[in-house]
């Protein structure tokens, strides 16, 4: 499976935009990009993905770069309650070996100051 | 809606013990994942079925560890007998059909587990 590499943690303030990077230069055609997200003593929760062009949801935009190596997940306001690990992960998609895979590596440790 | 439940919430035993996680998928969901998380590997994925048949238990550690799918809703996954580098919380997680590699999956909220 494709790697990804993210900063082990990042800090940010109260209500202000957070920007996550994450590279995955060796990603394939077929992967997408995920974004999970695990909140103190819970179970990781879906936040987003994408294959090619930018998304947007709820919870947050998920912005990826034209050759598709690296992507950004951004917080628009952060708060208190999205300090959080955040992974990146690539799945790869019909008719791969390891179809639907989910694997997790150490993510970004996100602190939110008040 | 009832997420995925998972039982026990907590569990200590002693070495040797057999130790038996329960899980119950979302309702209409036909994939389940097992995973563990440590400190030292972080989360891994151990075995992930697909209408009810394992499909990758490459991540299982070695024969102490067995999962069953008898049903759409309900999952085990068992030690035997069990060791104290066992001592994880284990979560188990579903997905709704669709192409696998896009539709998320839902997590419970574990079982910590410890060996003494």
């Known amino acids: 499976d494709a790697k990804t590499t993210q900063p082990n943690s990042m800090e940010s303030n109260e209500e202000e935009p957070v920007h996550l990077p994450c590279n995955h230069s060796?990603?394939?055609?077929?992967?997408?990009i995920h974004w999970y997200r695990q909140l103190p003593s819970q179970g990781p929760e879906y936040v987003i993905h994408?294959?090619?062009s930018n998304v947007n949801n709820r919870m947050a935009s998920l912005a990826i770069a034209e050759d598709r190596k690296s992507s950004t997940l951004i917080l628009h306001r952060a708060t208190l309650r999205d300090a959080a690990v955040y992974y990146c992960?690539?799945?790869?998609?019909?008719?791969?070996?390891?179809?639907?895979?989910?694997?997790f590596g150490q993510g970004t440790i996100l602190t939110v100051h008040p | 809606d009832a997420g995925v439940i998972q039982s026990p919430r907590h569990e200590v035993t002693e070495m040797g013990q057999e130790v038996t996680l329960r899980c119950k998928p979302i309702?209409?969901?036909?994939?389940l994942f097992w995973y563990r998380q440590t400190m030292m590997r972080g989360l891994e994925l151990l075995i992930y079925?697909?209408?009810?048949?394992?499909?990758?238990d490459s991540g299982m550690p070695e024969d102490r560890f067995s999962a069953k799918m008898p049903n759409a809703s309900f999952s085990t996954l068992k030690i035997q007998p069990s060791e104290p580098r066992d001592s994880a919380v284990y979560f188990c997680?579903?997905?709704?059909?669709?192409?696998?590699?896009?539709?998320?999956?839902?997590f419970g909220p574990g079982t910590r587990l410890t060996v003494l």
């Open positions: 997680a579903s997905s709704p059909p669709g192409l696998a590699g896009v539709n998320e999956q839902f």
């Open positions: 060796t990603i394939s055609g077929t992967d997408y």
């Open positions: 994408g294959l090619t």
């Open positions: 992960i690539l799945r790869r998609g019909p008719g791969g070996t390891s179809y639907g895979k989910l694997t």
């Open positions: 309702s209409g969901h036909n994939s």
């Open positions: 079925f697909n209408n009810n048949v394992p499909i990758d």
